[in-house]
């Protein structure tokens, strides 16, 4: 699978264990990575409307193949009971 090389000021998270079963994942879906990361320290990215909730795991298996650190925010309904 192509995964993008990443700059020297990308923040960086993951080992190849992670980096693999973010591959995978994506493969396993018929998903790909395409394109170009901008070697930027910091960034910001918006992913919406969101059709499902696969959403989030599509995009944080992107991320962990990517081996990237992030951050991230969510809508307040993420964050009630039971999720607390």
């Known amino acids: 699978m192509y995964v993008p090389t990443l700059g020297e000021s990308l923040p960086k998270r993951g080992n ?9 994942v994506l493969q396993l879906a018929g998903w790909r ?3 170009e990361v901008p070697d930027h320290p910091k960034m910001v990215a918006i992913a919406a409307p969101h059709t499902s909730a696969w959403d ?8 962990f193949a990517l081996g ?15 999720m607390m």
Do not use: Q
């Not at 190849?16 to 995978?24: F, V, Y």
């Not at 989030?56 to 991320?63: E, P, Y």
């Open 16 to 24: 190849r264990l992670t980096r693999a079963a973010g591959r995978w």
């Open 33 to 35: 990575l395409a394109g």
């Open 56 to 63: 989030f795991i599509f995009g944080m298996a992107a991320v």
């Open 68 to 82: 990237i650190r992030i951050s991230w925010l969510g809508a307040d309904w993420v964050f009630r009971f039971p």
